[in-house]
């Protein structure tokens, strides 16, 4: 840090305040691995509960429908939204409804402010985890909660709708938890975020050495910031530049946006298959979202067996060099699982076919569509990664949208085209997604080049 002295000339970079080293105990790189851990955890939950609000009223939607006398393809609308304080505020109007508006604008704006948790979590674990491993392994779990937090919601929601407690507990319940975590994270979290904690620490600095002079290089004058045109320092103009300019962006956020609204797409197909043709009760068919789970958790098992293997290996023979297409082999492979997991769901739904075989294909579509998920945003992130928070922000309001929209002609599809054929048509789009893989493995370095806004582009 430089002394106090007179005749101080603005434009040097000796005034501009940076970590005290490479060991700084401010910088969220150094950090000790507990305290990464404990706020890793919190800052997973929150989205986890979110992700779980957002489908929990799944399993009511019959009920809305006789109670409100509303149509199903209204009904899904209060499954559709993603739906901390005030997400937990709006479950209480729902929970306390006396007419369907109430529900449908409560779960919007629950959808609304919920999202944000979303929105932060995967760039707050990449401001702590700074090794290409880690980032990925803390990733891996926050993807997780998006595939996860879905699929437990209906298979809860289902049993504490069935029960004494009725449909409007899926509510309450979900209020409680998100209210008891939000108080832990206000309590817990810190600030994570490079730029803000060095503007932050250069404002302390200046009061402390009455050295006016003293800026982060975040927080500077104009002259000390890397050039950038003006209309992309408005978050939302960054947002749109990318997904309408970058061809990577454009790839990965088509494709898994196809896996979000497939994701919500299941919640009223397994029921049609499951509930409508094999005659199971609500609650035994609510189990059948269990091979999704399993399916998860063994892409999450693999994506991180493979992180901690292969991938250690390939970084070390590319050292202090990120390649962001070392991310993709495993997009390739869920790229090709994908689809079988979805031939085979679709032609094993017949009543007179062993419910078992049919129950076991949907471990395959979940594990393959997690694999596909983490690795695009994991080369996301590698490819932009000083534009990684809006990268992700921007396509997570694009998959959201999709999960939204998807469950909406859901019903009509299912019972026009019949099960086997109408998931067979999700399976031949799954097959026309496959070689996005491909081509960024092939061509992503070139891409790269080309691009404006990707930061690596060696």
Known sequence: MPDNEPGLDRSQPTWVVDWDGPDDQENPHNWSTKFKLVVS???????????????????????????FHIGSEVAILTTTTIG????????????????????????????????SSMAVTGGALTDMWNTAVSRGISLDCFVATAFVGPVIGPLVGNFITQSHLGWRWTMWITMIAAYSFSIVACVVLPETYAPTLLTAKAARLRIQTKNWALHSLFGAPVEYVAPRPIW???????????????????????????????????????????????????????????SLFVGILLGLTGMVTWSLTIFVSQVKL??????????????????????????????????????????????????????????????????????????????TVVRSCFGA????????????????WATSLLAFLAVAMAPVPVILYLFGQRIRMWSRMAANKT
């Open 41 to 67: 955890l919190v800052l997973v939950i929150l989205p986890l509960i979110v992700n779980i609000g957002s489908s929990i009223m799944g399993g009511s939607l019959a009920l809305l429908e006789r109670e």
């Open 318 to 395: 590319n050292p202090g060099k990120v390649v962001p297409e070392l991310r993709l082999p495993p997009m390739m492979v869920g790229a090709v699982g994908l689809p079988i997991g979805l031939f085979w769901f679709a032609w094993t739904g017949n009543p007179n076919i062993q419910w078992s075989a049919e129950v076991v294909a949907p471990v395959l579509v979940s594990a393959s569509m997690f694999a596909i998920f983490i690795s695009g945003l994991k080369y996301v992130v590698d490819v932009y990664l000083i534009y990684a928070n809006s990268a992700i922000s921007a396509n």
């Open 405 to 420: 929209g998807f469950p909406l002609f859901a019903n009509a599809m299912y019972h026009r085209l019949g099960f086997s």
């Open 232 to 290: 992309l320092k408005q978050p939302a103009n960054l947002h749109a530049a990318l997904l309408a300019t970058e061809p990577i962006m454009m790839l990965v956020t088509l494709y898994m946006s196809f896996l979000y609204g497939l994701l919500f797409l299941f919640f009223e197909g397994f029921p049609v298959s499951f509930v409508e043709q094999r005659g199971w009760k609500p609650q035994i068919g609510s189990l059948s979202f269990l």
């Open 84 to 115: 901390v304080i005030l997400f937990a505020t709006f479950c209480i109007p729902v929970a306390v409804a006396e007419n369907f508006y109430t529900i449908l604008i409560s779960r919007f704006f629950s959808g609304a402010f919920g999202a």
